[in-house]
């Protein structure tokens, strides 16, 4: 149906007949010569159709906007100064012998022709057409080229290409699961994967000892712009490694597709922080270096002075009181000021203290702030001093709970960042390292896995499983790229009596571990081999790479901010006969009387 696509057709075929088939993307008539832009997923071609061809210039006249054609016709060159530099078709152009009408089309929701602002629910709506811009076929294009070089790399050295199942067992591992009723197992339910964790260990049991798998994932949790519920990852699992082998081997993977992809060249090694590091400097542990701004820890100077706002935080073990400098942050107005208190309340804060340094050699006639009063000299020259404070700057405080202040003046920095133009240009890549195996949830009083109940302790801190769990140390890792998880992953606990004391820390009793893992420990008892992985988000690498906004612009068939497809109207209601046939009675929405 056709000899080349519309993007290479060039001057090497020039005086050659060709067969070309597409989409209408633009026509004009120039002075009784109509020229038509003829698109498919390589590119346009310009088609030129003459009068002197009657029965070929009378189609063309009723082509309309994304028109299906198929153009027969004599490459030639473009007359001089009509070259068109932006395309690679853009040298040459076709003489139409023939004009064929494929299939018509009705007038598109949004044109293809033209940059203009189309809402994103009407360009999910019509997926299929927004996906024909070749803004996002670049999109698609590019993340195939990524998944291809990640696989291409893994091949290379020796791993095995395995699937593991979608239908599965409902597991903790930190978000809901979305449920799958059995209809041969009346009662029953199978759940989607939240990632193939437990399936890729006991593939290392099994001895296949270098597994991947680009991995369709399932969670039921609340959206942001990077996260959907159904997510694609690149699952990595092997055997016989050390943390250092695995995370060396996965940074070279990393350093070669950008340097194939994008011709960057990442640094060699990735600087590395442990957890308490990035916390401490940054309220994050997947903090964006790029931004040159760092929480200072303040709990000390601040633990004596009357004013409780400050000395509450700094005196609880639980607590925290830090500084955040903004150089230049002098001109910030009250206005913006009060816009970032409303912001930072986003993540609980109470508030948002400040300081403006006007002139710091003034002392503290030079400041201004309504907190000045509250704090001693000393304490004002020592917050100066260790902020490395100078005139014109302003310095935010952060008093609370440590995990507010972290999450709060965390969020803040970053969005200062960007709103005051900090954000330096190029790729931050460092690995997270050291974190704590448990944290402890006030409300339920007990202790969760802050990555999952799988991952091994730190060999030095097997005894602080007993004595001491907060203190416990994980051989996790995760890979950060310019604020944005990559990949997070962790060496396994591949001994069974290691896993039964997590699983007891965790509140996991014997009967509902044997019951929900109990084929896990069984395959731990016969000879598991120490191991361990990591996956990496392929939607977010995509998306990154991309400079996308949001994950949903490099997937072909995303859903809303509610985990809604537009396209297809799901999640939607099914008839009462197939309920009756998975043994499944909806509940009735109570009836509120006015």
């Known amino acids: 149906m056709r000899s080349h696509y519309c ?39 310009q088609v030129v159709c003459n009068p002197e061809d009657a029965d070929t210039f009378a189609i063309a006249e009723k082509v309309r906007s994304e028109y299906v054609l198929q153009i027969e016709g004599v490459v030639r060159e473009r007359p001089t100064g009509s070259e068109n530099v932006d395309l690679k ?38 997926r ?19 998944t291809r070089q990640l696989r291409n790399y893994l091949d290379d050295h020796g791993f095995m290409d395995i699937e593991t199942p979608i239908l599965t067992k409902a597991t903790p591992e930190g978000a809901r699961d979305y449920l799958v009723p059995s209809r041969t ?4 339910f199978f759940a989607l994967p939240q990632s193939p964790q437990l399936f890729k260990q006991l593939l290392m049991v099994a001895g296949m000892d270098r597994y991947y798998q680009v991995v369709r994932c399932f969670r039921d949790e609340d959206l942001r712009a990077d996260r959907q519920p159904e997510f694609t990852q690149l699952d990595i699992e092997t055997s016989f490694v050390s943390e250092e082998e695995l995370m060396s081997m996965m940074e070279e993977m990393i350093r070669k597709l950008f340097a194939n992809v994008l011709e960057e060249a990442l640094p060699n090694p990735f600087p590395r922080m442990t957890y308490a590091e990035a916390m401490d400097r940054f309220g994050s542990d997947k903090p964006d270096l790029r931004i040159p701004l760092e929480l200072v820890e303040i709990s000390d100077l601040m633990a004596n002075v009357d004013f409780k706002v400050f000395s509450g935080p700094a005196q609880d073990p639980n607590g925290r009181v830090t500084a955040l400098r903004v150089p230049g942050g002098n001109n910030l107005s ?50 100066m001093q260790r902020t490395n404070a100078e005139t014109g700057d302003l310095v935010f405080f952060g008093a609370d709970k440590a995990g507010i202040v972290n999450e709060s003046l965390g969020a803040l920095r970053v969005k200062l960042g ?89 509140g996991i009793g014997a009967e509902e571990a044997e019951e929900k893992f109990g084929f896990l420990l069984q395959a731990l008892k016969f000879g598991c081999p120490p191991h361990g992985g990591l996956a990496f988000g392929l939607d977010r690498l995509a998306m990154l790479m991309t400079g996308s906004a949001s994950i949903r612009d490099v997937m072909a068939f995303p859903k809303t901010q509610s985990a809604a497809c537009l396209l297809t109207d799901a999640p939607s209601a099914v008839a009462d006969d197939q309920l009756k046939e998975l043994n499944i009675r909806l509940r009735k929405a109570p009836v509120i009387e006015s």
């Open 418 to 506: 960007h709103d005051l133009g900090m954000v330096e240009h190029g790729w931050r890549p460092l690995w997270v390292v050291e974190f704590p195996m448990f944290e402890w949830d006030e409300k339920s009083q007990r202790w969760f896995a802050l990555h999952h109940p799988f991952t091994a302790p730190r060999e030095s801190d097997l005894d602080l499983l007993k004595t001491d769990p907060g203190k416990c140390l994980s051989r996790a890792y995760d890979m950060v790229l310019n604020g944005t998880e990559l990949g997070g992953g962790s060496m396994r606990i591949f001994k069974s009596d290691v896993q039964k004391q997590v699983f007891e820390l965790l």
């Open 128 to 146: 299929y057409i927004d996906l024909r811009r070749p803004e996002m076929l670049q999109k698609l294009r590019f993340r195939s080229q990524i």
């Open 7 to 45: 993007g290479g057709v060039n001057e090497t075929l020039v005086g050659q007949t060709v067969t070309v088939a597409g989409w209408m993307h633009r026509r004009r008539d120039h002075g009784g010569v109509i020229f038509i832009d003829l698109r498919d997923r390589e590119g346009l071609v």
């Open 89 to 126: 078709s853009g040298k040459i152009e076709i003489i139409a012998k023939s004009v064929q009408i494929l299939n018509s089309a009705e007038t598109p929701p949004f044109p293809l022709s033209e940059q203009i602002d189309v809402s994103e629910d009407v360009r999910l709506r019509h």
């Open 334 to 383: 009250r206005k913006e000021i009060d816009d970032y208190t409303k912001y930072v309340g986003i993540y609980g804060a109470k508030g948002l203290a400040y300081i403006k340094i006007n002139d710091l050699s003034a002392g503290r006639e030079g400041l201004q702030s309504p907190i000045l009063k509250f704090l001693p000299d000393e304490v004002v020259d020592a917050i």
């Open 185 to 188: 197992h009346p009662g029953e």
